[in-house]
């Protein structure tokens, strides 16, 4: 009877290590599939103060420049995000959201090129109210965020 006793329990204990090696190891493999699609997210000052390697993928947000909208013959834009500390100019071939406009917050994902950041995809603000939250935390960070007024 011990010895039966004994069998369960080194059982039991070899499936509890064999679901925590399980574990371990599809926690790997799912942070080495999603590794290609995490984009972080800086402000035009954290491009400026501490450059993204070579052909790495990021997102940055800020404030669309005042002044800075080119709109070319083909569909490349040009403009500059701000965080009203620096700017960074940005280049973006495609469809700009309706929303987009001078003045307004913006999220750009793509990777620097010469100094530009090469837009792949631009969000914008999706109401008078609303900037993303990356956005606020940046201006934030500058002290220079105005919370907007309620409208109710």
């Known amino acids: 009877m011990a010895g039966m006793q004994g069998l369960k329990k080194r059982r039991r204990i070899q499936v509890i290590l064999f679901a925590f090696l ?3 190891v599809a926690t790997g493999l799912i942070g080495y599939a999603m590794q290609d699609g995490i984009n972080f997210f800086r402000s035009p000052t954290q491009v400026v103060q501490e450059p993204p390697a070579t ?6 947000g800020g404030l669309v420049e005042t002044g ?7 569909e490349t834009v040009t403009f500059s995000v701000t965080d009203t ?12 959201p309706d929303l987009f406009a001078e003045g307004a917050g913006m999220v750009g994902t793509g990777s620097m090129q010469d100094g530009t ?6 969000l914008a603000k999706h109401d008078e109210s ?6 606020v935390d940046a ?4 002290g220079v965020y105005v919370e907007p007024a309620k409208t109710e």
Do not use: C, D, W
Not at 68 to 74: E, K, M, Y
Not at 117 to 122: D, K, L, N, R
């Open 139 to 142: 201006l934030k960070e500058q």
């Open 68 to 74: 800075s909208l080119v709109r070319g013959q083909s």
């Open 55 to 60: 052909g790495e993928v990021f997102r940055i």
């Open 117 to 122: 950041f090469v837009a792949t995809e631009i």
């Open 85 to 96: 500390t620096t700017s960074v100019p940005v280049s973006f071939t495609g469809v700009l």
């Open 130 to 135: 609303y900037m993303p939250k990356e956005v």
């Open 22 to 24: 399980g574990l371990v």
